[in-house]
């Protein structure tokens, strides 16, 4: 082994681990840094992030009106059968017959959270809520029926799906 | 110098004539040896569990985290909280253990490192023996641990358990040797083995400096080594909990996994105040020659706090490599060992013989 070589790697290990040391000891020389929060305290003001995936929802807006066709495409996706839809069919004003949705039901108890059910949406009816305290004390509370009761169809030219 | 003030020799044959006179010397040294049992063993638990408490806290600062904060003030009884629900567990009985020695493995371990303890001044007059070859001793004693490792491994009947094992015997093995060699340096400058009289022979100054280039040379060594030695930090392959769950104590549990882990914290404990005795001067104040009034002040410091102060420094440095570095293969283990760190620590004892022929150094 070439003598030069040998203490050149001496020292060069040496600068790089203290470079890495130097790093590890800005960060706990600065306690301001933290980035974890304490949760029950902060609870008033907690705030989740944007892409944080706490349960399937239904969007609903001022009119109690969803844009959930009845496609079945979140049921047929869903790996673990979480979602089961409900649908009817009804005749319209027009005299067609139309279909609407009776129950989206999504059973948080078996939901892995993979998306995909959001992710295939065609008309972007269901997203990810926020919420993230999802204890009960019985199973059956954790059923959910995401279309409010009473909520209707909101009719939407598909420009204006593809806008949103 | 003055230290009369925090002279414990005194206070101690205070002790030991005050039993002698109301009792048979046998009886007496009886009673001394429960003392110092209890005083021990109150000291281990209260150290360990707050190393525990401050790994805990040191990693979490350097990830950005808070750690421990919900038991007591700023988690101040987390660790207590915890040895309670371990002293509470099961003790399960492995069926292919063999028994006994699955039981005496944990005791080897703990043993070893209270041996140890045992050799450490922490003032004047403040230790529990103070053998004239206080270095050997301790070299003698640190490694037994390592068996108590070995019996784990075996007697648990489990792969992962042994490999741990094995890993830890190469590496104590084949580190031993730089432990030995980096505190030797300082046997040649002090010329003594005796701890008090290292500690005495560093009263105008630490070792460390008065050394200077090949003393901070065998203590970035000791500082590597002694890591290793506990198997903490970077060497951890006993342990390794990412590929062998944990090592040689994955069949333990409640108390007995308490026990190796109490031990692991000592050791840590142990190595940092040999650092401290040895290269900082142990319970000795900070003096430099000729400022006899700060000196003086420094004088006033108690020793313990000194001792204890320096450890605790040492013991920030070796959890600062613990969190900071990633873990070495067994190759590359071996590689640091016999490659670089053993050669470098030969060249350095022969560069402070001649050093110390020469008297080159701050006397």
């Known amino acids: 082994m070439n003598i030069f070589k040998y203490f050149g790697d001496i020292f060069g290990a040496l600068k790089s681990l203290w470079g890495g040391m130097r790093v590890t000891g800005y960060y706990f020389f600065s306690p301001g840094k933290i980035v974890t929060q304490k949760y029950p305290e902060n609870r008033k003001k907690l705030e989740m992030f944007e892409r944080f995936k706490g349960e399937v929802i239904m969007t609903h807006d001022s009119n109690n009106k969803h844009a959930c066709t009845g496609c079945g495409i979140c049921e047929i996706n869903c790996p673990n059968g979480s979602i089961e839809i409900i649908s009817n069919k009804i005749t319209n004003a027009e005299g067609k017959l139309e279909r609407i949705i009776d129950k989206h039901i999504y059973h948080l108890s078996m939901c892995t959270f993979c998306g995909l059910c959001i992710k295939t949406c065609p008309s972007k009816a269901i997203v990810w809520g926020q919420e993230f305290e999802h204890a009960v004390f019985d199973r059956q509370k954790l059923t959910k029926v995401l279309n409010h009761p009473g909520s209707s169809l909101k009719k939407e030219t598909k420009k204006e799906i593809k806008e949103a | ?363």
């Open chain 2, 1 to 363: 110098m003055n230290f009369s003030i925090y002279d414990f020799t005194s206070f101690t044959k205070w002790i030991d004539n005050a039993l002698n006179s109301s009792m048979s010397p046998g009886w007496a040294i009886l009673v001394e040896l429960v003392i110092i049992g209890i005083v021990f063993i109150a000291f281990y638990a209260v150290i360990g569990l707050y190393l525990v408490l401050a790994e805990r806290k040191v990693c979490a600062l350097i990830q950005n985290r808070l750690g421990p904060n919900r038991v007591g003030p700023i988690g101040m009884f987390q660790t207590i909280a915890d040895l309670i629900k371990l002293l509470m567990k099961e003790l399960i009985e492995i069926k292919h253990a063999d028994k006994f020695l699955f039981n005496l493995a944990p005791f080897i371990v703990i043993i070893a490192s209270f041996m140890a303890i045992a050799a450490l001044p922490f003032a004047k007059g403040l230790h529990a023996i103070d053998l004239n070859i206080g270095i050997f001793y301790l070299f003698a004693v640190s490694s037994l641990g390592v068996i108590g490792i070995l019996l784990s491994g075996w007697s648990s009947n489990s792969k992962y358990s042994l490999i741990g094992a094995i890993r830890s015997g190469a590496q104590v093995v084949s580190y031993e040797l730089s432990v030995g060699l980096a505190l030797l340096s300082v046997v040649v400058f002090s010329g003594t083995m005796q701890l008090s009289g290292i500690v005495e022979s560093q009263a105008n100054g630490w070792w460390l400096i008065k050394g200077h280039i090949p003393a901070i040379i065998s203590f970035l060594i000791f500082l590597v080594v002694s890591t290793a030695e506990t198997n903490r930090g970077p060497f951890d392959l006993a342990e390794a909990e990412s590929e062998l769950t944990a090592g040689f104590h994955t069949e333990y549990s409640g108390i007995k996994f308490a026990f190796f882990f109490l031990a692991e914290y000592m050791n840590m404990f142990i190595v940092a105040a040999i650092a401290a005795t040895v290269f900082l001067g142990g319970w000795m104040p900070f003096h430099i020659q000729g400022w006899e009034g700060m000196n003086n002040v420094m004088d006033y410091i108690p020793p313990f706090i000194w001792f204890f102060g320096k450890t605790i420094i040492v013991i920030l440095i070796i959890m600062w490599f613990k969190w900071t570095f990633p873990r070495l293969r067994i190759d590359q283990l071996l590689t640091l060992e016999w490659k670089y760190l053993l050669p470098i620590n030969l060249m350095n004892i022969v560069l402070i013989a001649f050093i110390v022929l020469m008297g080159w150094y701050i006397k």
